[in-house]
């Protein structure tokens, strides 16, 4: 009789043991709920673009930037700090590509490769051309700026929600290229020097 109440004491133990480690078990669980579903894979949130101008002769000019969008973010002294280098895009540093000698502003720019950065603020922003190129778009090297050039600034009626950069064609040479995002434009005139031994254009 001994030997059965000590089986049965045992049995109840060992269920009591199993019971209180189910609901260790279990509120464990609940502590740490199983992570969320990832994002889609693929999805580039800053895809590159790259705006194109061609000179009557043929020669381009071209800028190659990331274009990172607003959703429902604040943009201009926000995400985009006043006062502050900014890389002009995303991800990869915003290049700027000419097979032509150009005036940006008063400012003349020889024929090659350069990276883009800009300071904005309210009032007006400030261009920066620079000679480093390749690099991530956080990494501004001041030392090989080789031009800042004043920009205009007004503001848009209609937001824009991705960034844009546009190389416009104007009259009589007097082309524009602008910066846009959200409720801001950012301008500047360029001109595109003559081929040598030709004509102006």
């Known amino acids: 009789m001994g030997r059965s109440i000590d089986l049965i004491r045992s049995a109840a133990l060992a269920v009591a043991i199993t019971?209180?480690?189910?609901?260790?078990?279990a509120a464990q669980v609940h502590a740490h709920p199983p992570p969320q579903a990832a994002a889609p894979q693929g999805r580039v949130l800053s895809p590159r673009d790259t705006s194109r101008f061609v000179?009557?002769?043929g020669r381009r000019?071209?800028?190659?930037?990331?274009?990172p969008s607003k959703r429902?973010?604040?943009?201009?002294?926000?995400?985009?700090?006043?006062?502050?280098?900014?890389?002009?895009?995303?991800?990869?540093?915003?290049?700027?590509?000419?097979?032509a000698d150009l005036t940006i502003g008063n400012a003349r720019v020889p024929r090659g490769t350069y990276t883009l950065y800009s300071i904005p603020t309210p009032e007006g922003w400030t261009l920066i051309v620079n000679r480093q190129t390749g690099q991530w778009g956080?990494?501004?090297d001041p030392s090989r700026d080789f031009v800042r050039i004043?920009?205009?600034?007004?503001?848009?009626?209609?937001?824009?929600e991705q960034f844009t950069i546009t190389l416009e064609k104007g009259r009589?040479?007097?082309?524009?290229?602008?910066?846009?995002?959200e409720n801001t434009r950012a301008t500047v005139p360029f001109r595109v020097a003559a081929a040598p031994g030709a004509r102006g254009r």
């Open 19 to 25: 019971a209180t480690g189910s609901s260790a078990a």
């Open 55 to 57: 000179t009557n002769d």
């Open 61 to 67: 000019v071209y800028v190659d930037y990331g274009r």
């Open 72 to 99: 429902g973010r604040q943009i201009m002294g926000g995400l985009v700090p006043f006062g502050r280098v900014w890389r002009t895009g995303a991800n990869a540093a915003t290049t700027l590509v000419t097979e």
């Open 138 to 140: 956080t990494q501004y």
């Open 150 to 160: 004043p920009m205009q600034v007004s503001a848009l009626r209609q937001p824009v």
């Open 172 to 181: 009589a040479g007097a082309n524009t290229l602008a910066l846009t995002w």
